[in-house]
């Protein structure tokens, strides 16, 4: 049975572009890119030419790209290098209700550490409200960390509205950005962002290689203690195999954008389409405009999405019901929950999401199976009223 992958989120298939990259390193280079030697030198060259593909996919400069191994290490640096660097001039850092565990657990941990967080909420698409966070930032807040778009959902939020209002009260911004980077086009300096967190599994680039960008003077303590690789602000040999695979992902990303972007709007709106006109009582979540264009959040009211799931998978078709990092909790999650659904609506929840080999022929097939399966699993629900 082909297998349909619709759970791009989760991660994506790696571009053969990619691959050979990764591959021909491997192959060819093995040295330190600390080392003063040739041999360290091959190396050093690859990861000044990674960096500048990355540089080139969201208009940085070179010195403002940290490399890292995850999203989650990414988002941690940006925020705890932040508030440690400037625990001095205050302890209160702004989000939303909506971000991603890195952050919302990185919260809790400060909080442990006698920081204020503020939490501002978000409304029925789930979009932050710029004055919302304007009036939660204090004399003592030294960050304000708001996603660029949500994974879940797929909001993109007005983060240079944002931006603005940190500048001038003269606050460090980072924005979550793995969602999104690659994805869709993000220019820090449009942004006017101080951090922005991004990795490259999201854009068909491999697992364990990710970025942070820290604008030229913002002021940040180190994550990790040891050497001085990344200019000191990242301790630790690089992964250069990921950072290589990293590099060439944000190459091809840029490259083929355009492309991309256009064929995923067109197979979201078949599936959009197909599943209005073939499956009654569902919700589609997120603003209808302000979005990913590659992702498509649906509620199937009287259904467990857990159990839809299953039962695609059974019939050789991948979707989601959450973000991968919070699959296997029993509760809701707190994205719908925040955009205000009810504890069940949320459970009935499937994330569906494309990357560039996806093709309209996986969607049909996704729409002939998932019918059947709803109106199984409705004949046996307590809860749902035909």
């Given at each position: 049975m082909d297998l349909a992958y619709l759970d791009n989120y989760g991660a994506t298939p790696l571009h053969p572009q990619v691959l050979e990259t990764m591959v021909n390193y491997l192959r060819t280079t093995f040295g330190n890119p600390s080392s003063q030697h040739s041999v360290g030198d091959r190396a050093a060259e690859a990861l000044a030419a990674a960096r500048e593909q990355v540089c080139g996919l969201i208009n940085a400069e070179e010195r403002e790209v940290?490399?890292?191994?995850?999203?989650?290490?990414?988002?941690?640096?940006?925020?705890?290098?932040?508030?440690?660097?400037?625990?001095?001039?205050?302890?209160h850092i702004v989000t939303s209700d909506i971000e991603h565990n890195a952050v919302l657990r990185t919260m809790r941990r400060l909080r442990l550490l006698d920081y204020q967080v503020t939490s501002v909420s978000v409304d029925e698409h789930g979009l932050v409200d710029p004055a919302a966070v304007a009036r939660a930032i204090t004399d003592q807040t030294v960050l304000?960390?708001?996603?660029?778009?949500?994974?879940?959902?797929?909001?993109?939020?007005p983060i240079a509205e944002i931006a603005k209002i940190c500048r001038q009260r003269k606050v460090a911004f980072h924005t979550d950005a793995v969602a999104s980077c690659g994805l869709v086009p993000i220019d820090?300096?449009?942004?006017?962002?101080?951090?922005?967190?991004?990795?490259?599994?999201?854009?068909?680039?491999?697992?364990?290689?990710?970025?942070?960008?820290?604008?030229r003077g913002t002021t940040m303590w180190p994550l990790l203690d040891g050497g001085v690789q990344e200019r000191g602000r990242r301790a630790g040999t690089e992964n250069m195999v990921g950072i290589v695979g990293l590099g060439k992902a944000a190459e091809l990303a840029k490259a083929e954008m355009d492309q991309r972007m256009s064929k995923s709007r067109a197979l979201k709106e078949k599936l959009i389409n197909g599943l209005k006109e073939r499956v009654a009582d569902v919700r589609f979540n997120g603003h209808p405009t302000q979005c990913l264009p590659h992702?498509?959040?649906?509620?199937?009211?009287?259904?467990?999405g857990e159990s839809v799931m299953i039962m695609l998978d059974e019939e050789g078709i991948c979707v989601s019901t959450r973000s991968a990092c919070a699959a296997g909790a029993l509760q809701a999650s707190h994205v719908l929950l925040s955009i205000g659904m009810d504890f069940t609506e949320a459970q009935g929840t499937l994330m569906i999401s494309f990357g560039r080999d996806n093709t309209a022929a996986e969607v049909d097939r996704f729409l002939q199976a998932l019918?059947?399966?709803?109106?199984?699993?409705?004949?046996?629900?307590?809860?749902?009223?035909k």
């Open positions: 940290v490399f890292c191994s995850s999203g989650t290490e990414s988002v941690n640096t940006a925020i705890k290098g932040v508030a440690f660097a400037l625990r001095d001039k205050g302890k304000v960390t708001i996603m660029h778009a949500n994974n879940e959902i797929g909001t993109i939020q820090v300096k449009a942004l006017d962002v101080d951090l922005l967190s991004l990795a490259a599994n999201q854009f068909h680039g491999p697992s364990g290689a990710a970025a942070l960008y820290v604008k992702l498509v959040s649906v509620s199937v009211f009287g259904v467990e019918p059947p399966i709803v109106q199984r699993l409705r004949a046996m629900s307590p809860v749902y009223k």
